[in-house]
Structures are given as C-alpha cells and as structure tokens.
C-alpha cells in the first residue's frame, strides 16, 4: 500500500504550488475557514505526511522554504516568529491574513525583492 502510494506522489512530483492555488480558490473546502493559522496547520500536515512517505523534497517545497525569510525582509521582523503570524500581525483579521498571504505569495514567486521600497 505504501509503495503504490509512493508510486502517485512520484507522478505528480510538483504539487505544493498548484495545491496552493486550489487552497486559495476553495479555501473552506481545504481549511475549514479562511485562515491563515488554518494554511499553515494544513501546510505542516502536509509536510510531516511527506516526510512520513520519505519524500525528498520538491524544488517548490525547496523554494517555498526561502519564503520565511523573504516574508521576515519585507516586514523588517529579526524575530522567531513564522511567516505565518507575521503575515497575521500586520493584517485585520485571519482572512484578511490569508488573502495578504496569497498576495505576498505571488510576489514572492514572481522574483519580487522582499524590500518594500
């Protein structure tokens, strides 16, 4: 069961980015609720049942990775918090903060220098 499990993932190899987009067209459908704190409770299931499978991981989760830091440039935050109550901080409410976190995520893909400037 595992291995034709494995077999399926490895079909798809790049799914993260794409998941993404699904998450932020029917965010009920896949959180519950617009939430950021809910994204980042679904991201970490998802990456704990990767590393469960022993996926290695993906250019885009390799990618995704580097947004901690570029969300911790833009917002000029030397702390320890996650991306995700960075994010939560500077917005009005959790969905205000998933929606500020698909934004900021597109510029992020796109190659966007984290300085606001």
Known sequence: MRKMIQNKLEMK???????????????????????????KSFLDGYTAARQDLGLSLTEQE???EKFQEWIQERFEMKSSHGWDSIILFYSADEKDALNNFFELFERFCNGEKAARG
Do not use: A, D
Not at 18 to 36: A, R, V
């Open 13 to 39: 190899f790049e799914y993260l980015y794409e998941m993404l987009q699904s998450i932020k067209q029917y965010p009920g459908m896949y959180l519950g609720k617009s939430s950021i704190t809910c994204l």
């Open 62 to 64: 390799r990618q995704f």
